[in-house]
């Protein structure tokens, strides 16, 4: 897991040895949030297939496999989904899940693959 709070943090993650899909999503989303004025409102944290639940709770304060309102997960039936926007990258999903009104997003990349992260979004698209 990444865990990339600002845009320094994304541009230290960029000269890491990361693969060539993961750092041409960062560099992007690091060049939108600039291009919006948003560099330092938005907090990207890359979740893999092996990353738990608690440690992704642990990073952000909350799970993203709960409604932060009514405390659903999301494999229950009146699971209701709260991000703003899911869209299907190929090997990954981008969840973005806005707070407040300045402009201050998360944006979750999650690796496709085993795992209740990847299963929350897919079967949300």
Not at 2 to 11: G, K, N, T, V
Request: charged share 20%; hydrophobic share 45%.
């Amino acid at each position: 897991m990444l865990s990339l709070s600002d845009a320094a943090a994304i541009e230290a993650a960029l000269r890491q040895p990361l693969s060539a899909d993961l750092k041409m999503m960062l560099a992007a989303r690091l060049q939108h949030s600039r291009a919006q004025g948003l560099g330092d409102l938005t907090y990207i944290v890359v979740i893999e297939c092996g990353d738990a639940e608690a440690d992704v709770k642990q990073v952000l304060g909350w799970s993203p496999l709960m409604h932060p309102i009514d405390g659903t997960c999301y494999d229950d039936s009146g699971f209701q989904p709260y991000w703003a926007w899911l869209k299907d990258l190929g090997g990954w999903y981008e969840l973005i899940h806005p707070v407040g009104n300045d402009g201050f997003a998360y944006i979750l990349l999650i690796e496709k693959g085993d795992g209740p992260f990847a299963a929350m979004c897919g079967g949300n698209l």
